[in-house]
């Protein structure tokens, strides 16, 4: 049975992937669109976004794959789910390559490789998890004091980002918006999954509906979606999707397997062969992802000239004067 479950979680992560990183491009394509018929971006502040039909598409295509990815938290443990959002980068590189010319050189080609095969190591050595029989004893796990401690550190590093470094570098540096998205997104997964197993009890006849723990994992949930889309917003408005998405993911995954790891024990009962392979997988798809992100293409820049201006005491220019003098190797003197 727990490797059915796994199998489920598998299929069910895969499809997540591909759904979220299709969204990744229309969401960029669209408040591209935004920004340039109204002038007022999401970096800056704007929400004319929320008026352009192509955003609104991203949106439900990440909601088909947020759904998917939250059916497939409930069969199989994060370690498992977590790496395989390693396809949806694969997926935005490939689009941004083809829609948004951003492209894609060579090098990351082996970085989508190395990903893929990383990806097949860790579902190969992934851990069957033992499902908590009610939110109770999943709220018992969310207040052990390891992760209260991670909580607390978690919170209080995305306040500093908030309130001292957005102001300052967040435009420059976009490891600030991400930093924000994927620390409140550990905390979306492990809400997420503790939703995920509430209803599935419920469904199966034992209503975890009444318990006020299982609201608590709701409203929880809602808080770090509407802030981690809200960055995610700012971070692919100000930069290359092709260097958000892998970026991104590397951040989610490390701190989502952290925060699940601490909070729901993923790999207590497992083998030391099995550990390193997994932890062998992992450094594969992150390996793949910095490739992805190191050897995007950049814009071309235009080699700089010098403008001069020649100012004389007589106001009246005569016709053979030079007003403007261009100093560069690709202008010739006439």
């Avoid at 088909?64 to 497939?72: D, K, L, R």
């Avoid at 951040?251 to 397997?257: A, E, G, H, N």
């Avoid at 910095?290 to 016709?319: C, F, N």
């Amino acid at each position: 049975m727990a490797g059915s479950d796994n199998s489920k979680g598998l299929m069910l992560a895969v499809a997540s992937s591909a759904f979220i990183g299709s969204s990744f491009i229309l969401k960029k394509k669209g408040l591209k669109r935004a920004g340039a018929s109204t002038g007022a971006s999401a970096a800056t502040g704007g929400y004319t976004y929320l008026l352009e039909p192509l955003w609104w598409v991203g949106m439900v295509t990440m909601l088909f794959g947020e759904v998917a990815n939250f059916i497939a938290y409930v069969y199989a443990p994060a370690v498992l789910v977590t790496p395989l959002g390693a396809l949806s980068i694969i997926v935005s590189s490939l689009l941004a390559h083809f829609m948004l010319k951003e492209r894609l050189q060579r090098m990351g080609v082996v970085g989508c490789v190395a990903c893929i095969v990383g990806s097949v190591v860790i579902v190969i050595h992934a851990p069957q998890e033992h499902t908590p029989d009610s939110v109770r004893e999943i709220w018992c796990l969310a207040t052990q004091p390891a992760f209260l401690i991670y909580v607390a550190a978690s919170l209080s590093i995305v306040l500093v980002l908030v309130l001292h470094f957005e102001a300052r570098c967040g435009q420059t540096n976009m490891l600030v918006y991400l930093g924000i998205c994927s620390l409140m997104g550990s905390f979306t997964v492990v809400s997420i999954k503790a939703i995920g197993i509430a209803i599935k009890l419920t469904l199966e006849g034992i209503s975890q509906v009444y318990y006020p723990q299982t609201w608590l994992f709701v409203t929880v949930a809602a808080g770090s979606v509407i802030t981690q889309l809200n960055y995610l917003n700012k971070a692919l408005d100000t930069f290359s999707a092709a260097m958000v998405s892998p970026v991104y993911y590397v951040m989610f995954t490390t701190l989502t397997i952290v925060a699940s790891a601490i909070m729901f024990k993923d790999w207590s009962g497992q083998t030391a062969s099995s550990l390193a392979s997994e932890l062998c997988g992992f450094i594969t798809v992150l390996s793949g992802t910095v490739i992805l992100h190191a050897t995007r293409e950049q814009e071309p820049v235009l080699p700089r000239g010098t403008v001069t201006w020649y100012i004389h005491g007589d106001s009246l220019k005569s016709v053979d004067e030079h007003l403007i003098a261009l100093e560069h190797p690709d202008f010739a003197e006439p």
